[in-house]
Each structure stands twice: as C-alpha cells, then as structure tokens.
C-alpha cells in the first residue's frame, strides 16, 4: 500500500498530476480544488495517497491531509458514492465543509458537489453522520502532513500518541473545541457544550466529545 508520496511534478492535467520519485512517476488523481493548489512543473509536492485496487484498475488518489484522505474513504463506503463523486464532494466542499453538512445534516449544501443528485447526498448525511466526529478529531489534532525529503515514498503509520495531561480528557477538550469552531459555532456556546459533555462522559475521548456536543448543540424541538 503506498500511503504517501514526495517528489517533483512532471506535469498536471484537469484530473491527475505526475509526480517523479527517484525516476519512478506516479499518477496520482485529485479534486479539482487540490490540483489547483499544488505548483507547476518542476515544483515539489507531497500528497498522502489512498490506492483503488480493482480486477482492471490500479488507481492512486492523493490528498494534502490525512483528514482529508479519511473522508476520502468514508464518503466511499456510502452507497453511490465512487472515488469520483468523493473527489466532486471534496473538490467542492473542502474537508471543513464536509464536516459542517454532515454534523449539521446539511444534505444540501452536499448536493452542490458536481454529479450529486439529492438522494446520494442525504444517504451520505445520514450514514456518515455517526462516523463524522471521529474523522474531525483527527483535524481538531492536526493531522496534517510532516515534512520529508522531497523524493521520499512512504507508507504512513498511525502511531498513538500518549497523553499530553494527567487529566484524563483534557486534550481532548481542547481538539472537541477546535473541531466545534471549526463548524462555526460561537466559542461561548461550543465551551459550554464541550464543558457539560466532558462533565458527563469523564473518559471520553475527542470524538465522543465531539459528538456529544453535537448532540447538546442541535436544535431543539
């Protein structure tokens, strides 16, 4: 599994870029929105990747994030929801967009996404609406990528990190925090939301958190 790549870009098109690692070029598809972000010939670039495997088709698709990487795959285990419409749904929304639709089932603003009739975009609401806090913990974190050699290919690991504090979920306040203001919601409001919830789940961890929050933010009625 290639989980990561670094190296030089040989060229870009609407769809794709070819990056050269040590000689070797990888096409790599992304959204139209990461395409536009990354340089030009002979600038470096560094995705994480996720590899489609099919009985006639090997397909790398490459991402700036890890979050974003795992929407990428979340929003694949929808039904009617291929890589191509995941990378429509991301191209326009952005990982933070997603996040927001689908913690405030915001179906929508989903079906603004390029080939996304109404039906997919509340199947993906409703199904992805249990699974979306622990996604935006990873980017209430900061999963971002680390720096590397700029011809290095590598496979990333998820290493767990020790606690930062004795309390027993004093960090994951703060990441449930920054993943609620993340969303939008008024630092006022997503403290006291995070306070109750961290008073009622001592041990929770940030995406329990986040999602009891969630629960206490909805509207009522």
């Known amino acids: 599994m290639i989980g990561r790549i670094a190296g030089q870009i040989v060229y870009k098109t609407l769809d794709h870029v070819l990056i050269d690692v040590r000689g070797v070029g990888y096409v790599v598809f992304c959204s139209d929105r990461v395409l536009a972000g990354l340089g030009g010939p002979g600038d470096m670039a560094a995705l994480f990747t996720d590899l489609l495997v099919r009985e006639d088709l090997l ?6 994030t890890l979050v974003e990487k795992e929407w990428f795959r979340l929003l694949m285990s929808v039904q009617g929801v291929g890589a191509k419409a995941s990378l429509a749904i991301l191209g326009t929304l952005g990982p933070d967009g ?27 609401v409703n199904e992805l609406k249990d699974k979306a806090p622990t ?19 590598v496979e990333t690991i ?14 994951a306040q703060a990441e449930a925090l920054s993943a609620l203001g993340n969303l939008g919601y008024a630092p006022g409001e997503a403290a006291s939301a995070v306070a109750e919830a961290a008073g009622a789940e001592p041990d929770a961890d940030t995406a329990g958190l986040i999602r009891a929050a969630l629960r206490l933010l909805a509207p009522k009625g």
């Not at 397909?59 to 700036?64: A, K, N, R, T, W």
């Not at 689908?102 to 199947?123: F, N």
């Not at 996604?135 to 290919?153: D, N, Y």
């Not at 990190?161 to 960090?171: E, G, I, L, T, Y």
């Open 98 to 124: 997603v996040s927001r639709a689908i913690a405030l089932g915001d179906w929508g603003t989903v079906k603004a996404a390029r080939g996304i009739g109404p039906k997919t975009a509340q199947r993906v």
């Open 59 to 64: 397909q790398l698709y490459g991402f700036p």
């Open 135 to 153: 996604v935006m913990a990873m980017g209430a974190a900061g999963a971002a990528p680390t720096e590397a050699g700029p011809t290095e290919l």
């Open 158 to 171: 998820a290493v767990p990190k020790a606690p930062a504090s004795p309390r027993p979920n004093a960090s």
